[in-house]
């Protein structure tokens, strides 16, 4: 049973983005950051528990970051919306996170794994603190706090793509 908490952890986050959209358009900030705060301790959680215990699987390796795209890209468009976030920025944060999923997902065909570095996990640290601001309503420190993001975003994406591709002769 312990094997499956992880995954249903990660499921939590992707039920967590309805509950924290609707919360947000009654303009119930409070509550939304409070379920915001459950999805971020759900990430934390699912990895420590998964590595604790042993109970590492490929689904969860896949589902995981996915999960974390999903709650923060779900949340991002909103913001456009509901907090008036800049939409190049969430543009250019969801093309990064669709690059590096792809990214995965090729590396995954020839059986090699792109585990998170320090610099993705900054990067969603980031995101999450950008978001955490802007849930609360506080819109201009949010979006400068999301400009850091979009920073450690790009500077996240490159450092993947970099590492994956030294050793490999593309062009060839």
Not at 90 to 108: K, M, N, Q, S
Request: hydrophobic share 60%.
């Amino acid at each position: 049973m312990v094997k499956h908490i992880p995954n249903l952890l990660s499921v939590f986050r992707v039920l967590d983005l309805v509950v924290i959209i609707v919360l947000l358009e009654k303009s119930m900030n409070i509550w939304a950051f409070v379920f915001f705060c459950l999805g971020v301790l759900s990430d934390v959680l699912d990895g420590y528990i998964a590595r604790k215990n042993k109970t590492v699987t490929k689904l969860g390796a896949i589902l995981d970051p996915l999960a974390d795209k999903i709650l923060v890209i779900g949340i991002l468009i909103a913001m456009i919306k509901i907090e008036d976030v800049p939409y190049w920025m969430v543009i250019v944060i969801v093309f990064r996170e669709f690059a590096v999923t792809g990214l995965r997902i090729v590396a995954a065909t020839e059986n090699t794994v792109i585990s998170a570095n320090v610099w993705g996990k900054l990067k969603t640290t980031s995101q999450f603190l950008a978001l955490s601001f802007l849930i609360l309503g506080f819109r201009e420190i949010g979006v400068y706090l999301l400009f850091l993001a979009l920073i450690l975003t790009l500077i996240s994406g490159y450092i993947y793509y970099h590492n994956y591709f030294k050793d490999r002769d593309v062009f060839a």
